[in-house]
């Protein structure tokens, strides 16, 4: 039952609700997959990795806005057919908007708010996109509708807020004032909990009003935004709609606070983690959402009976949101997701935290507020003296003077009862005035916009895009920069830009722009430094990240959609100048392009995502003279892993120090983090003008700075097939860098050799490696000496280790440091052991490279030391691997106990066996070979034996050659059986794009036969020679 007497607190959950968008562009990119499923309210979400994995949750409404859906002639996106699945904005409000409406119609307060990942549609669903109007416009209409539908039986007052919170401090996002520094104070109230001190409450009478008041918040937000941070995803953006009932019959008033709140992306919580960093977590980066997200787990748990604290006062957004969760408030949560596989982990984690938001109980109840009763209570005084005034008049004319007074305290009620209901009047009339001007403004902004050219900000947050506008007026130069100072300046902020940054110039109808000297102005990706004409739909970047799009004259512009511009196009077309061009990812080596490997394409948007960051950082860095350099990096580009596959790409941050030449690699969370922190102290020393706090930070924290540690600068790979066949190998391998780059050109060999260290002779080479199962195994590493170190050639100063691990080593091992040096001499020989080569061991020297690490040394960082713990030595101070089988050799050896002295007795017997099955081998040859000289009718049998003990050594030597050879042609081979296996087509490809793809697909398959068939065929021709030969020799055929 609904509650209606006022003190009644209803007892109800959130109400949960969760939303799937359609596929973005950079997911169709990606051919990602829908992952998503939907029933009625439950929603079902697959691991893109494991498809047995999947995970069912339930809600109390779920829309599937993903697919099956059109734009219809208005610009609507609708549901294809009538009643189809498809959940559109008017569906959405229908549910949630209409009961939220409903509760602040009868009184209680009531809270919408809407999570997920960044860009997985909070906006859309909280504020719209053009005529897809979204919740918070739809309701403020429905809200004045209802109003005017019921003016007969009540008077009511709207009073609309918007706050941004921002680094943990709230901007009022409608203050006529300019912001103040640390932002506006969140106070509490005894009775009504906590509120923003000096918040603007601004009276509004219709649904065009607010929708203006909205405009100029995002206005706000933007210019915010492209002044520091561009990323209003961090930001979360709070609606206040409070609503007053003044039911003047029933002497009752109701008041209802309405919060409309579009979180922070959810998904920094984990991405900008600090893990392994020094420096903690940037304050506040997003200390509201842990907040918000520890307050939703505790409140959840309370739920279930438990006694727990509630943290409502660690954060700002917490504390505001305090009656909206587990207090007087009903509440809605929208949670929004991607469909997407690549997106699975963030959608996962979002469905859980929408799972626990349900649990929430809370306690709403009918409000009055204190003024209202006192105009209840004056009310009601008034009718006492009304009612004494009666009885006076009927007593005569002796009560005249107790009228009098009487009368007097009823008109001074009266004037009080008015005065409280006019002031609401008057501030409507002012907040009218107010937006009839800014009206004004929207409307010649309008009309200009149809006469002149002018540039169009574009935002990483597609709300904040095309807010900012600036015009290109009539004929003549107009400057732009930080400067306002001349009614011909166009003052923009930003990182990077100069009082005078350049010079639009409008002659002839054609527009071009002048960088001045030492400013940075790119034009569709290139920097320009001359003067460069303009032609519409031009990108321009000025500073380090202010992003405009031109738009022409009028006459110019033409069809196209201009969104297709977005913050990604900018960006992706600046990675490509810096030749880093997603088409690059699809090209195959000079093939047809194919559809891109979603790792690679991950990585791409990683790249970015981070560039207009690196940038950033570099201008705070020169402002605030740090002295380094950042630069992105792609890690693992050109590496692969000890089977040959390639090692998962990812960025990194390779910062440099421009005079020491010291350099540092950050992960990308290390550098979200810091980055995080050199705009606070940036902000602290450089943007908070006159008296801000300029002291130099101590070292410790300093987000510019970090000890020196060895750098990984790139690796080779020994494959270790010979050892198989304990054949030695001697090789220079090419180090190569993350990015391919060649690093250096090591000599080492893999070197089998007795117990003792003494290298094998041809004698001991293997025809089959599995003889090899049981027995012992020796083999050296022979580092011999590293050169042409680019490590070394850049800065003399610097030195390198090589480290090493191999099979079942616990722990890498380092080669002793070489300093100064670009041709080092290494000379550094382990020795490996196996005491029992197992099986294991066997396929891991048959399919596996020893990948030798380079590791960059720098003046004033510790040398890598080789960790022994867990290592086990042979008497000969060889290192034990293959363990598993060591051990059992070990216990055997050691063998204390009845079960290790019976296994002992048990690796005896075998090798008695052994003994025995070898002598029989060599008397059966033995006999063979007596059988065949009595054939063959040769006399000296002695003679026949120096000459096969002759022959043995040579042909099993140009054996262990072929097969040399025979290796090193299928290494490339594999290469090519990895493209082959890479190589797949579109989902998305047409019959043409098929055929073309079988094609190609069949060339590669040919190229691949062809140099296998090469590879055997030389091996057969090898060994066929090598039967010859042998055959020959020993004269059988002769
Ligand atoms: N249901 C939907 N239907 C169509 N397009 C959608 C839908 N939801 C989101 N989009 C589109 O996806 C893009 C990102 O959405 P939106 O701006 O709402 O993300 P967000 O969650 O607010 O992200 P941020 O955390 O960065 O603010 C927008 O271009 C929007 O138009
Ligand atoms: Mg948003």
Known sequence: MRAKASEMASKDCVKVAVRVRPFNKRERDAGSRCIISMTSNSISIQDPRNSQNSRTFTFDYTYWSHSGFSRNKDGLFVPEETGGRYADQASVFLDLGQGILDNALQGYNATLLAYGQTGSGKSYSMVGYGPNKGLIPTLCQRLFQSIRSMQDSRQCQVFFSMLEIYNEQVVDLLSKSSRSAGGLRVREDQQTG?????????????ALQVEQLMEQGTRTRTTAATHINNSSSRSHMLIIVQLKQIFSKECITKQSNIYLVDLA????????????????????????LTTLGNVISALADMALGKKIYIPYRDSVLTKLLQSALGGNSRTVMIATLS????????SLSTLRYAERAKKIQNKAVVNESPTERLVKELKAENAKLLLRLSRLGQEGRKAEDESKELRRLLTHNELQIRAIQTLWEQHLQEALKDWETQYATITQERRMMQMYPYIMNVNEDAQLSSVVKLFIQEEGEWDIGLADNSPRALSIRGLGIQEKHAVFSNQQRRVSITPVSGAKVIVNGLQVSKRTELQHLDRLVLGSNSTYLFIGFPSERSAEDWSRYDYDYFQSELAAAEGFHIQSLCDDQGHRPHQPDPSLLAVFYDYIKLMPMVTEANQMSAELKKGVEFKLEIKNLAMSDSK????EKDIAVKVTSVESKQVWMWSKAKFINRKFLMEEVYQQQVAGGEGADRAPLPRDRDPFWDPLEPLHLGSAHLW??????????????EMVGPEGTEEAILQAQLVPC??????????????DPSELLGKRLDFQLVLDQCCGLRWVKEARNRGVQIGFQVFDCPQPLYTPAVWHNVNPLLDHRVQFTALRTSQDLLNYLQSNALVLELWGLQEGCSELLSNMDGMKMTQEDSVIIDKISASEHLTAETGSSDLSSSLRALHQDLDKLRNANAALKKENSALREQLNSSRNGVENNRGRQERRGSLRPSCDAEFAKALKVFYHSMTSVRGQLQRLRRHKPSEEEDLLGLRLFVDEHTFLLKDFSEQLEQCVSTLKHDVAAIVRRKREKSGVWS
Not at 194 to 206: A, I, K, Q
């Open 194 to 206: 906590f509120y923003v001190e000096g918040l603007r409450r601004v009276p509004c009478d219709s």
């Open 265 to 288: 992306g959810s998904e920094r919580q984990r991405s900008s983690g600090s893990e392994g960093d020094r420096l903690k977590e940037g304050t506040a980066i997003n200390l509201s």
């Open 339 to 346: 469909p997407a596989d690549i997106c699975y982990e963030e």
């Open 644 to 647: 040959g596959h390639d090692l």
């Open 720 to 733: 270790l097939q010979s050892l198989a066949f304990r054949i030695p190998l001697e090789e220079q391998v």
């Open 754 to 767: 007795s117990p003792a260290g003494l290298a094998l002779g041809e004698d001991d080479i293997l025809i």
